[in-house]
């Protein structure tokens, strides 16, 4: 069974940039075979899918609202994801998860809550 730890959060101004962070481990899980995503929860809303990317970091594809501020890489020698967030609004607000799956579904971990505010 995975599990991940989605790290990096906290509280920022907008406008700013910040890295989150993603571990990735488990019994019998491979990491570098397995494509993954970032998904978030805004407060008061439904879950939402951002981001994926391939086993081997070739190919990602993003929502349309973060394209070009939002990066997904990995590095599969460490077993970590991460999502480098630039030029953040206040409707990036949210709690970010990396379940190991293309798309939405998946295992959560316990998440990472990034506030964007004046």
């Known amino acids: 069974q995975v599990q991940l730890v989605e790290s990096g959060g906290g509280s920022v101004q907008p406008g700013g940039s910040v890295r989150l962070s993603c571990s990735a481990s488990?019994?019998?899980?491979?990491?570098?075979?397995?494509?993954m995503s970032w998904l978030r929860q805004a407060p008061g809303k439904g879950l939402e899918w951002i981001a994926s990317?391939?086993?081997?970091?070739?190919?990602?594809k993003y929502i349309r609202f973060v394209e070009g501020r939002f990066t997904m890489t990995r590095d599969n020698a460490k077993n970590m994801l991460y999502l480098q967030m630039n030029n953040r609004g206040v409707d990036d607000t949210a709690t970010y998860y990396c379940?190991?799956?293309w798309g939405k579904g998946g295992t959560r971990g316990p998440g990472t809550r990034v506030t964007v505010s004046e």
């Open positions: 488990g019994w019998g899980f491979d990491f570098s075979s397995n494509a």
């Open positions: 379940p190991e799956v």
């Open positions: 990317l391939t086993d081997d970091g070739s190919y990602s």
